[in-house]
Nanobody
Framework: QMQLVESGGGSVQSGGSLSLSCAASSGYVYKFFCTGWFRQVSGKEREGVASIDSQGGIHYADSVKGRFTVSRDNDARMLSLHMNSLKPDDTAMYYC???????????????????WGRGTQVTVSS
């Protein structure tokens, strides 16, 4: 199955920036897959942050609009998330995920995604 590996997490002060990356394994035609970033705080449900589908269609959670930017490089099999103006509420484990079915209504629904990375921690201090 597709392997996903996140990198780029860390600790930053409120108002700072971080960039996350997600590398996908070979063996799949990556450009046909829909991709997304999710985050989870212990004890809470995993929530969708941003997604970008196979046609370049992008969705963001309301809480990150204007602050986060998602992008992908199909040739490099990479998904990125650039996070600006970070807030303590952004603290979470961040996961990347992919799915083949690119229905817009499920773009930010974790249960719709098939393949997941192990996550990278983002901590924002006030």
């Amino acid at each position: 199955q597709m392997q996903l590996v996140e990198s780029g997490g860390g600790s930053v002060q409120s108002g700072g920036s971080l960039s996350l990356s997600c590398a996908a394994s070979s063996g799949y035609v990556y450009k046909f897959f829909c991709t997304g970033w999710f985050r989870q705080v212990s004890g809470k449900e995993r929530e969708g942050v941003a997604s970008i589908d196979s046609q370049g269609g992008i969705h963001y959670a309301d809480s990150v609009k204007g602050r986060f930017t998602v992008s992908r490089d199909n040739d490099a099999r990479m998904l990125s998330l650039h996070m600006n103006s970070l807030k303590p509420d952004d603290t979470a484990m961040y996961y990347c995920a992919t799915k083949f079915d690119c229905r817009p209504l499920s773009a930010l629904q974790a249960q719709a995604y098939s393949y997941w990375g192990r996550g990278t921690q983002v901590t924002v201090s006030s």
